[in-house]
């Protein structure tokens, strides 16, 4: 996989984050704001990511129109639990992304990695000691 | 100032297999891991593991940090899995909570810094614990 497809996962992870933070925070009724706060900040990822993918000759993928999102319980508990997915899985993808040898995308990928697990550590109340490594040390 | 040994620093631990990351440490930072300068990145894991044990000893010696006690005991594991060498000195007393986080929030910008330059997988170990630790910080200063 080369750097180019892994920016292009990470931005394409920053489309559903988008997506899923306007899901998660319209139905949020306590913590509705740290979720504007988070929806911008996963904005602020997506435009720093086109900019690098743009400035190495490719277009950024765009977003899907759709996402699924779960929340059929409906419960303020869930909708939190989704959250937390949303930041977990995108610390994987920057994870991945310090494979790289390419000290732009790195720049993007040890910046982001820190922004998703403390945003996790918010929802989640405690923090983790490896974010993003968990799910992909088996294969490794 | 007294020195400890690497085996002073590990006593106690385990706790890795507790929280899942054993297997992790190890194979997030193998041997045959394509390191572009393996000096490079001896000095940065050793850099980073000095702070982290002056980390774990602060964490240790406040009542109130036991979740950071179990996190920088795990970074320690992975480092000295990554092939941290050196002995660490003493380290100055950490005295609050505030403290603590803004050593925290020192190390995970020293673990960022190390990790652009350093061969992949050390590089990828280095930004998970650089994001660690900025999130115990918040938590820290939460608390």
């Known amino acids: ?140 | 100032m007294r020195p400890i040994s690497r085996r002073g620093v590990l006593s106690g631990l385990g706790l890795g297999v507790a929280l899942g990351v054993s297997g992790l440490s190890v194979s997030a930072c193998s041997s045959n891991d394509n390191a572009l300068d393996p000096r490079v990145d001896e000095a940065g894991v050793n850099q980073v593991f000095v702070a982290e044990a002056a980390l774990l000893a602060g964490a240790q010696s406040l009542s109130k940090a036991r979740e950071a006690v179990v996190i920088h005991q795990a970074h320690i594991e992975a480092l000295l899995a990554a092939g941290a060498t050196t002995e660490v000195v003493e380290p100055a007393p950490i005295t609050s909570l505030t403290k603590l986080a803004n050593a925290q929030r020192k190390q995970a910008a020293l673990c960022a810094r190390v990790a652009v330059g350093a061969s992949p997988r050390i590089a990828r170990l280095l930004a998970s614990i650089a994001a660690s630790n900025a999130s115990l910080a918040s938590v820290e200063v939460a608390s």
Not at chain 1, 78 to 103: G, P
Not at chain 1, 108 to 119: D, K, N, Y
Request: glycine share 8%.
């Open chain 1, 1 to 140: 996989m080369s750097v180019l497809d892994r920016l292009q996962l990470a931005l394409a992870g920053e489309h559903a984050a988008i997506y899923g933070y306007g899901v998660v925070g319209g139905r949020l009724t306590s913590q509705s704001g740290r979720a504007l706060t988070n929806l911008n900040a996963h904005r602020s990822a997506r435009d720093q990511l086109s900019r690098l993918i743009v400035s190495k000759g490719a277009e950024p993928v765009p977003a899907d129109p759709f996402y699924a999102v779960d929340i059929s319980a409906g419960t303020q508990k869930q909708l939190v639990t989704t959250a937390i997915a949303i930041e977990d899985r995108l610390s994987v993808l920057y994870a991945e992304l310090m494979l790289e040898n390419d000290a732009s995308a790195r720049g993007i990928a040890v910046e982001q990695l820190q922004g998703c697990a403390v945003r996790a550590t918010q929802w989640r109340g405690r923090a983790q000691a490896f974010p993003g490594l968990s799910q992909v040390a088996p294969t490794n």
